[in-house]
């Protein structure tokens, strides 16, 4: 993660994309960081406004996870996922996530 100034601000618009799509579904931010690859603190900074332009691949692993197109969580075009697709989805992740821990 590359550092960035902490400074007092709005949340981005992926960042309050992403903190209600994964809160409208349930989903703990420290299970969606280990499901994506990606550190706690990392997602935070992105829902919180601390990292304004994440990296591709980090966007691509979020809208995986999720079941959300990579558009609707950059822009919000195209629908938003209802809470149940996204549970869906993020539930199939998980179960590769724990296959893949189980077989190391």
């Known amino acids: ?9 709005e ?7 992403l903190k209600r799509i994964r809160r409208r579904a349930g ?18 900074c ?16 979020l809208s995986r996870v999720l079941g959300v197109s990579l558009d609707h969580l950059l ?6 996922p209802s809470a149940e697709e996204v549970k869906a989805a993020f539930g199939r992740a998980q179960a590769a996530f724990s296959r893949a821990q189980a077989a190391q």
């Open 27 to 44: 989903i703990d931010p420290e299970v969606l960081s280990a499901v994506c690859g990606l550190s706690r603190t990392h997602v935070h």
């Open 46 to 61: 992105i829902e919180v406004g601390w990292i304004v332009s994440p990296r591709q691949e980090t966007l691509l692993a």
């Open 1 to 9: 993660m590359k550092s960035e100034k902490r400074a007092k601000h």
């Open 11 to 17: 949340p981005s618009d992926i960042g309050k994309r």
């Open 75 to 80: 822009a919000g075009r195209g629908g938003a």
